[in-house]
């Protein structure tokens, strides 16, 4: 089902790209260490504080099979849900898992676009794409592309929205 948006002819629809595969890695590492560590960190307390056993282990236990199913099964759900598009009009996003986000900013309306790569995505060669616009709902974010995508896509919308300014905010720089 595809919304348009009246002002700018823009069509919601389903963005064409996938994210790089190798996210699938980096999201279930992500979830390893998000679950992982707490559950660590609650077994080895009930291991020193034997009065404490109970009260520890049971949420370390459900911390780590929240860990261990996590990363096996949210990755390749996240895989096949994300996506996104860059055209010469506009930038296309979806994204999340249980609350899923599907977003189409003109490029019109771009403010700011900006890379960027955490230590985890640098070892997976990843990174993220965040598009500020004139928008309360916040910047459009593709994550997980690879590397130098990311990087080709941050010159091109860039290039793309200064061509498509309006004519106020080209008099203002």
């Given at each position: 089902?595809?919304?348009?948006?009246?002002?700018?002819?823009?069509?919601?629809?389903?963005p064409q790209h996938q994210?790089?595969?190798?996210?699938?890695?980096?999201?279930?590492?992500?979830?390893?260490l998000s679950f992982g560590i707490p559950a660590v960190a609650l077994v080895a307390s009930g291991v020193f504080f034997a009065n404490l056993r109970v009260w520890v282990w049971v949420p370390g236990?459900?911390?780590?099979?929240?860990?261990?199913?996590?990363?096996l099964?949210?990755?390749?759900?996240?895989?096949?849900?994300?996506?996104?598009?860059?055209?010469?009009?506009?930038?296309y996003a979806r994204s999340g898992w249980l609350w899923q986000e599907w977003r189409a900013a003109p490029l019109s309306r771009?403010?700011?676009?900006?890379t960027e790569r955490?230590?985890?995505?640098?070892?997976?060669?990843l990174a993220t794409v965040t598009v500020t616009?004139?928008?309360?709902?916040?910047?459009?974010?593709i994550e997980a592309l690879d590397a130098l995508l990311a990087e080709d896509i941050a010159h091109r919308l860039t290039a793309l929205a200064q061509r498509q300014a309006p004519a106020d905010a080209a008099d203002a720089t």
């Open positions: 089902m595809s919304t348009q948006v009246p002002s700018q002819g823009l069509a919601l629809r389903p994210v790089d595969p190798r996210c699938r890695r980096w999201w279930a590492v992500q979830i390893l236990g459900v911390a780590a099979a929240a860990a261990i199913g996590g990363s099964l949210a990755p390749a759900v996240l895989f096949r849900i994300h996506r996104w598009e860059v055209t010469d009009v506009a930038i771009v403010q700011t676009v900006d955490g230590p985890l995505q640098r070892m997976f060669g616009t004139a928008s309360a709902k916040g910047p459009v974010r």
